[in-house]
């Protein structure tokens, strides 16, 4: 006779033989669709358990399995919840043949069995093989089918984003190679739409059976403390289950992880005479934030000490003799002398600042800014900016003269961004939020660009910066038939920011034709957009700012 260890009543009792009541089975509970049509009702299930998440922090449960039902709509895996407030844990470990008897309900989106009144298990069971599954799914396949089942997913995934790392200990990863926002490719609506849902279908999270926010320690991290996005994952196998808006894979074996996309020791080769850069200083501001102010910044001066001290690593690794800087407190030239002065005491005092114009930087908390190297190049002429109502934080433009006589005029820009959206009119139809307005700043970015064109008396102009826009999107393609052109081409490819686990080109650069012979290369520095959170917290120069650094190469000869 076969022993057998129930849970009845919050209490541990020994007993021979088995439970009476019949078993109702695991795909009549779970139904074809999202929520149990037996929603509210007591059952009892039987099965066998494919993976237990009762450990502190972990899921409060275990994944019970049974036989199926034919019916290839309906999963044939259970969540079975368990108090961590009971006295009495019920161990179980996976291959148990367990009978649970308890209420069917639905949490954060996932069916279970969540007040148990009595789980019955048996220690002579085997784990059943684990389903194969593919990404990204048919569109005619739902994936509730595979909710609570043990599963295993062969092929390379991709690891496409790693935001939520640090706080939930989630990846999210695609099939096919990493996730590239839709405007990124461009064409119409309703191809960008199309391109949305085919990145859907073929996403998943990786979770890490931890219910716990900011968990310790953080998890999938390699030696060095990182787990970039573009790394990969062969040979997944977990329980597929679903919480708080997404599928995810709840992982049974430890993941294997292969680092195709190492951290960059040093910025990319550009060549040329001149060095330019864009950088995205995230917010850095000389006021610290508070609940009575504006300030976007650090809210301490230990956290501004530590934001300054890896933007400047930053700066000094890539050694730009011309440097772009967005998001820079707008408080006239405060807090421009004030990083100036912190990037010379690390530079040899290498550097100047362009000063802010008489027309000003406009109302908005940040602004744009502009520093180079006087032994490279002299400002002729004093700065300008357009303070046109369109913008709503104005382009920089200083022009510069190099020591063989090349003339050129640099504008820094920085779009009004995707997000803060409207409840109704430039609402997001593909292109994100506001990108009515973006498109109108780019028609008036080309008249600015003609009016310094004709003040510098030359026809070299480079405008840089945050445009907000993924590169085939509806702002940049008017530069584009403006005359301009895009400086290192227009590859879906190419991406300088990652958001949703999704890569775009947010940061270009456009010259006039005349200045596109002198460019000898355009990278991206991807030391940031594919670093998880907790890389800010390190020392150095990985993910300094949400944005990686645009880098230019010019072979400067007279014209």
């Keep these: 006779m076969t022993k057998i ?34 929603a509210g009702q007591s059952v009892t299930i039987q099965g066998v358990v494919t993976g237990d998440f009762q450990a502190e922090n972990q899921l409060n449960g275990f994944f019970v399995q049974d036989g199926g039902d034919n019916d290839p709509r309906t999963s044939d895996g259970l969540f079975v919840y368990t108090s961590p ?34 789980i019955v298990v048996q220690n002579n069971g085997a784990v059943p093989m684990p389903l194969p599954l593919t990404l990204p799914l048919p569109p005619d396949v739902d994936a509730e089918r595979y909710e609570g089942m043990l599963v295993t997913i062969p092929q390379t995934l991709t690891i496409t984003g790693n935001y939520d790392l640090q706080r939930y200990g989630t990846l999210t990863l695609s099939a096919n190679g990493r996730l590239i926002v839709p405007g990124n490719v461009g064409g119409d609506a309703a191809q960008e739409m199309a391109m949305t849902q085919a990145n859907a279908r073929r996403t998943l999270l990786l979770d890490d059976g931890n219910a716990k926010q900011n968990p310790q320690p953080k998890p999938y991290l390699n030696a060095a403390g990182t787990r970039r996005a573009g790394d990969t994952i062969q040979g997944l196998t977990g329980i597929f289950s679903f919480g708080w808006g997404a599928y995810r894979l709840q992982p049974t074996i430890a993941p294997r992880f292969i680092e195709t996309n190492p951290r960059p020791a040093a910025p990319p080769q550009i060549g040329g005479d001149l060095r330019v850069m864009s950088f995205n200083l995230r917010n850095y501001f000389t006021t610290m934030k508070r609940s009575s102010n504006q300030a976007r910044g650090a809210s301490s001066p230990a956290e501004f000490a530590r934001q300054t001290a890896k933007l400047l690593a930053t700066v000094r690794a890539a050694d730009p003799d011309l ?27 290498a550097y100047a600042a362009v000063l802010q114009p008489k027309t000003g930087m406009g109302k908005d908390e940040i602004r744009v800014a502009i520093f180079y190297k006087p032994a490279k190049l002299t400002p002729r002429g004093a700065s300008r900016s357009d303070v046109s109502a369109i913008f709503n934080r104005p382009p920089l433009a200083q022009t510069f003269a190099t020591k063989n006589g090349v003339v050129f005029t640099t504008i820094v820009n920085h779009f009004k961004s995707k997000g803060s959206c409207p409840d109704a009119g430039d609402v997001d139809k593909g292109e994100g939020c506001w990108n009515v307005l973006r498109t109108a700043q780019s028609m008036q970015l080309l008249k600015f660009i003609e009016q310094l064109r004709q003040e510098a008396n030359s026809p070299d102009i480079l405008a840089i910066g945050d445009f907000n826009a993924n590169t085939n999107e509806a702002p940049l393609r008017v530069l584009r038939g403006g005359g301009l052109i895009q400086a290192g081409g227009t590859a879906p490819e190419r991406y300088s920011f990652v958001f949703g686990g999704q890569a775009g080109a947010l940061d270009h650069a456009f010259v006039t034709p005349t200045f596109a012979p002198l460019i000898t290369e355009v990278a991206e520095w991807h030391i940031n957009a594919d670093e998880p959170l907790l890389a800010e917290d390190v020392p150095g120069f990985y993910r300094s700012s949400d944005h990686d650094p645009l880098l230019l190469g010019l072979k400067l000869t007279p014209n």
């Excluded at 919050?10 to 779970?30: C, D, E, F, K, R």
């Excluded at 967005?326 to 040899?348: H, P, Q, R, Y």
Aim: charge should be negative; hydrophobic fraction near 45%.
């Design 5 to 38: 260890h129930i849970f009845l009543g919050y209490a541990a009792v020994l007993m021979l033989g088995a439970s009476a009541q019949a078993a109702t089975p695991i795909g009549a509970v779970q139904g074809a669709i999202e929520k149990s049509p037996l």
């Design 323 to 349: 440097l772009a800087a967005i998001e820079v407190e707008n408080n006239g030239d405060v807090t421009v002398l004030d990083f100036l002065s912190k990037l010379n005491a690390v530079s040899n005092n």
């Design 85 to 118: 407030r009971r006295a009495n844990k019920v161990e179980v470990r996976p291959g148990d043949v367990v009978s649970v008897t308890g209420r069917v309900e639905e949490f954060s989106g996932m069916t279970q069995i969540g007040t148990t009144t009595q």
